[in-house]
């Protein structure tokens, strides 16, 4: 699954579209209109996306590993693909996919407690 979520970021940041609202998004977020249009976003990819996945595989702490995972993968795409920081911007989807799949991967392991409980918020 983490595999599966890494290369789906990678293929919609790399779609130019998406590239071109994302960047954008960014830009607008500096007006108040903007930083409202963020939230509804975040928000709704939150609730319907990142939610629904981890919930329905029963992790524990789901909503904190559902915002790191998110954190991290949307990181990883801005930082290649908005960006262009090297040497992210430049690497190809597969060296990406094995640096970044078994950290995704860790998050969504029921086995695996994350490190810092309290700091998840959740009993």
């Given at each position: 699954m983490g595999e599966r979520l890494v290369r789906l970021t990678l293929q919609l940041s790399g779609d130019e579209q998406?590239?071109?609202d994302a960047t954008n998004l960014v830009q607008s977020a500096r007006e108040s209109a903007g930083?409202?249009?963020l939230r509804v976003?975040?928000?709704y990819l939150q609730a319907t996306l990142l939610d629904r996945v981890v919930g329905a595989i029963g992790v524990p702490?789901?909503?904190m590993r559902g915002a790191l995972i998110t954190a991290y993968l949307a990181g990883v795409a801005a930082t290649r693909s908005i960006l262009n920081i090297e040497p992210l911007a430049s690497a190809t989807d597969e060296v990406i996919v094995a640096l970044v799949a078994p950290t995704i991967q860790r998050l969504l392991d029921p086995t695996q407690p994350l490190a810092a409980k309290d700091a998840?918020?959740?009993p």
């Open positions: 998406v590239r071109k930083v409202e249009q976003l975040t928000d702490d789901a909503r998840a918020g959740e």
